[in-house]
């Protein structure tokens, strides 16, 4: 009984407010941001989390979507493979029809099935596991490419740019770590150079450098590393220290601001172009800096572009219903910060690439020559 | 293979150095068991939390102020030995002493849940994201070259060294010769007769669980140096490998632990060296089976003679 009296408390509420703001007259949009909050890679979501932000205030500003307003619901994941059904069921249970994101390959993959099931939208713009794409579902997309794409960018540059004459490959034994690495293993392969080393390391580990000691004595002068951030960092500083010598190389996952100091300095990465260097998007740029972020984070600007396009699809179906907003998607073509953006039937970015930059000590990026 | 010996020195260097923190948490393990006869479950947690104390230490002072930076580590090394071997004594407080005498899974479950509590109410303090620790100690100690093979020691890795072996023989003599470590090996041959004849248990026992915090709040301070990383959860595997150096050392035994540490640091290290890295916890894991195989009671546990 008291539960009722609540609703209807809430609802004489909510009727008072709409008298006063005709804008909300039809309530709202609900949006699910699964991001990474907590956990040790929340940098990537803080990264997603700004620019899916800006993108829906912006959106709002100009009226949102079908005469309302975007509603974002910020869910948690930490990245954890564990933790991301529960995020989907909660999406399912509170009847949300789309999600952007999750942030890390690993989690999204339980989570995207439930999505799946249930006929929900989800765009990633982060998540680059080839995986996602090969299982046909019908509401994927992402706004980044994949490690079939970043793999053998890498892969390209090290055997014709820093030709190395012994390559090290190390990886996470994560979806997302083990896969790139297997890429650029391949590819180096193919184009006849043989790693002499093919590695996996444990997650949460601190000490590594029994292995740095033994790609020493195998005169590793290329590594590889196939991971996410945290376990990057403590082998390049091990690596420092015992004066490896060796050059480094690591995918997207690896260009956050705790990668800094000596040891960072000269690691090469791959990376979606620098969008926020476009003179086209001087605007949105400005707005970032307006509100203290940094537009040139790795993943700010592909999640705002999921934002677009996913408030331009609902525009353009003229409907809340997903699965005539995912057949939008699928046959049109969106102008976003990363320029015009059109999906494969898989739900990719069909002109998604990668460049390689190198990192510097104060956490800066240049392209690499 | 005539790199082979530069090879080994490094390899010997980089596993004592990962075997000397493990058996700075171990000791904290062996005593309170040889002591009360229970697992401190919380004590991987007391380590996490030194690292945390020792960071904040160096936060407020500030490393841009000019301070040496050895002085900064001896000021984080005292401000973490001081708060959190009041954490040690508080787990005593609350999670053992008021539940002596009640069957030992009892406060077995109250130690899990300190350690639950702790975890989280650093998460809550800090957040659960990685926070970075200065780099305060950085260069090398020596690096030489032998037959084309540069063997090398950072400083932060012989500073981890220098200490455990310095804390090792003050704990050894300590326990040997101070009032309060025979009182500790009366405890832990009989404890109910160490009582009958004077000793204040309680005080020995808030004493093990003081020192035994003590020891991996400097563990936990210098891995921080070291790696230059921590988050909440550094605690459970750390405190999962050092349990697993104090019992193949022989839990309960004080040399025991420092040696399973070691032997702990260095197997993992040199398995990664001659096999795929991914294999290390496998051939750690089963050297620690074999082990208790042969000897139940550990390389130098002796269950019915003394403990601790």
């Known amino acids: ?369 | 293979m005539e790199t082979f010996f530069p090879q080994f020195l490094q390899q010997l260097i980089n596993g004592l150095s990962l075997g000397a923190i493990y058996a700075l948490i171990a000791i904290g393990y062996t005593m309170v068991y040889g002591i009360i006869g229970m697992i401190n479950f919380a004590h991987g947690e007391i380590y996490m939390i030194g690292a945390y104390v020792g960071l904040v230490t160096l936060t407020a002072i500030g490393t841009a102020a000019g301070y040496p930076p050895w002085l900064l580590v001896v000021a984080a090394l005292a401000i973490a030995i001081m708060v959190t071997s009041t954490y040690g004594w508080a787990v005593e407080r609350c999670a053992y002493r008021s539940l002596r005498g009640s069957p030992r899974l009892v406060p077995l479950i109250s130690a899990i849940g300190m350690s639950i509590f702790f975890q989280n109410y650093v998460v809550i303090l800090h957040s659960s994201r990685d926070l970075s620790v200065p780099e305060l100690i950085t260069g090398r100690l020596f690096s030489m070259d032998m037959g084309g093979f540069e063997v090398s020691m950072s400083n932060s890795r012989a500073l981890i060294l220098i200490v455990t072996v310095v804390l090792m023989v003050a704990v050894t003599l300590f326990i040997r010769h101070a009032r309060m470590g025979r009182a500790c090996r009366a405890c832990s041959q009989d404890i109910r007769m160490a009582g009958l004849l004077g000793i204040d248990v309680n005080k020995v026992i808030s004493f093990t669980f003081i020192l035994g915090a003590l020891l991996a709040a400097i563990g936990g301070v210098l891995i921080g140096l070291s790696i230059s990383k921590i988050n909440p959860f550094i605690g459970f595997l750390a405190g999962i490998k050092a349990f697993t150096a104090a019992v193949l050392g022989g839990i309960g035994s004080v040399p025991g632990a420092m040696l399973g540490g070691a032997l702990l640091g260095l197997v993992e290290t040199f398995a990664s060296a001659f096999l795929p890295t991914e294999y290390k916890d496998m051939v750690s894991f089963g050297l620690l089976i074999v082990i208790l195989l042969i000897r139940p009671s550990g390389l130098l546990g002796r269950p019915e003679v003394e403990k601790v």
């Open chain 1, 1 to 369: 009984m008291k539960m009722k009296k609540t609703v209807v408390a809430a609802a004489l509420t909510a009727a008072m407010v709409l008298i006063g703001g005709s804008a909300l007259a039809q309530g709202t949009i609900k949006v699910a941001v699964a991001s990474a909050i907590t956990g040790p890679v929340a940098q990537y979501g803080d990264m997603h989390r700004a620019g899916v932000h800006l993108a829906v205030e912006q959106a709002n500003a100009e009226g949102g979507a079908l005469g309302k307003k975007i509603e974002i619901v910020e869910m948690d994941d930490a990245c954890e493979p564990k933790q991301s059904p529960a995020v989907a069921n909660r999406v399912v249970s509170d009847k949300i029809k789309f999600v952007l994101g999750h942030v890390c390959s690993g989690s999204f993959k339980p989570a995207a099935q439930i999505y799946n099931e249930n006929d929900i939208v989800m765009v990633s713009s982060s998540a680059t596991s080839d995986d996602l794409s090969t299982y046909g579902y019908k509401t994927f997309f992402r706004t980044i490419g994949k490690d079939s794409q970043q793999g053998p960018a890498a892969a390209e540059y090290i055997v014709s740019k820093a030709k190395p004459k012994k390559l090290a490959i190390v990886h996470d034994k994560q979806t997302y770590g083990q896969g790139v690495a297997t890429q650029v293993r391949n590819t180096v392969e193919k184009k006849g150079l043989k790693p002499v080393m093919f590695e996996a390391i444990n997650k949460g580990d601190t000490d590594y450098s029994a292995l740095i000691t033994k790609m020493k004595r195998a005169g590793v002068d290329f590594v590889y590393y196939g991971g996410y951030h945290p376990e990057l960092i403590i082998l390049l500083k091990q690596a420092h220290d015992q004066n490896l010598g060796a050059r480094w190389m690591g995918p997207e996952g690896a260009a956050v601001s705790d990668v800094k100091g000596d040891s960072a300095e000269g690691l090469l990465v791959t990376l979606p172009p620098d969008f926020s260097k476009e003179p086209a998007n001087a605007k949105i740029v400005e707005a970032f800096k307006a509100k203290r972020q940094d537009p040139s984070g790795v993943f700010v600007m592909t999640s705002y572009a999921a934002a677009q396009v996913l408030i331009d699809a609902i525009k353009g179906a003229q409907s809340e219903d997903p699965k005539k907003v995912a057949d939008y998607m699928h046959k049109n073509r969106f102008k976003t910060v990363l320029g015009d953006v059109e999906f494969t039937p898989e739900g990719d970015w069909a002109t998604a690439r990668f460049d390689i930059f190198v990192w510097h000590k104060d956490a800066s990026k240049t392209l690499a020559p």
